[in-house]
């Protein structure tokens, strides 16, 4: 890399990717604790991903009008179309598993597997390659991650929890190569009306009722408004930095769902180890941001 090139990529890339992906992860963290939360988290999903859609809808066509009128091309409505699809899936199997276990269980193993399946997706399939400074962060933030909370004493809640994060995986894959190929902004406004129009008739199906008509309207806004504003952060990430960066990266929110079951909590078994986890994910964040 000439040293032009690798000035800017220091200068700039990093530093801005670092401090992004960590507030998309806080938020991320924060829309979870209130979707686990509600009385039916399929439900509270659709009126949170509809709402969205529909919000972002006016000022996706005022950014149109002065962006002057940008598009995506063909394939990048196709890869909206398979990441919103994705989501469905993604949501369906995050609400059974929280219907089924724990935050402090489900939000680690799936956030934990996710970044694992996707730095193989990155390297073998996308083709990207890392610095040996931020694949040692990679491998720090994974191995952290797993630490915390290992797949264990998670029962009917594992199976989708495992799935969750191969869902979280395949969309992050799909979405590095979509947002690259159109404003960011309506690539997610594309794929969360795919999504919306995905989950209404699935979550009408499994509750018998339509989703759209239950009450805790504002508390869908919010989950809508906290999860579309982090989704947002990372697709801009995925912009500017390799997805096998971005993927372990934005999955440091496990530590503060670790430190919440360990003082709020009093999940105390395997405290020494859940620590040292979180140590390596800062280590980890740390070595990835630096190169």
Not at 225 to 233: D, G, P, S, Y
């Amino acid at each position: 890399m000439p040293v032009r090139g690798l000035v800017v990529r220091l200068a700039g890339v990093a530093p801005a990717v670092f401090p992004l992906v960590l507030m998309a992860a806080l938020l991320h963290a924060t829309w979870n604790t209130l979707l686990k939360g509600s009385e039916d988290p399929l439900a509270s999903a659709t009126r949170a991903v509809s709402s969205s859609a529909v919000l972002m809808t006016p000022l996706v066509v005022v950014a149109w009008l002065v962006a002057g009128h940008p598009g995506l091309p063909p394939a990048g409505w196709v890869l909206c179309l398979v990441s919103g699809a994705l989501e469905v899936v993604y949501f369906v199997f995050l609400s059974t598993a929280y219907r089924r276990g724990e935050l402090s269980v489900v939000y680690p193993i799936a956030r934990g597997t996710a970044p694992a399946v996707a730095v193989i997706l990155g390297l073998v399939v996308l083709g990207e390659h890392v610095r040996p400074g931020e694949l040692a962060g990679v491998l720090c933030l994974l191995l952290g991650m797993w630490a915390i909370r290992r797949p264990v004493g998670a029962g009917r809640a594992l199976a989708p929890a495992l799935a969750t994060g191969v869902a979280i995986a395949l969309y992050s894959a799909v979405d590095r190569v979509g947002v690259r190929l159109g404003p960011p902004w309506l690539y997610l406004w594309g794929l969360w009306l795919v999504a919306s129009a995905g989950l209404v008739p699935i979550s009408i199906w499994r509750e018998r009722r339509h989703p759209l008509a239950q009450p805790s309207w504002p508390r869908a806004v919010v989950i809508g408004v906290l999860m579309t504003v982090a989704f947002f952060m990372v697709l801009i990430a995925y912009r500017i930095a390799p997805l096998v960066v971005v993927a372990p990266l934005r999955e440091s929110a496990i530590v503060l769902v670790a430190a919440w079951g360990i003082w709020r909590l009093r999940e105390r078994e395997g405290t020494v180890l859940k620590l040292s986890g979180a140590a390596a994910i800062v280590a980890g964040a740390t070595l990835v941001a630096i190169g």
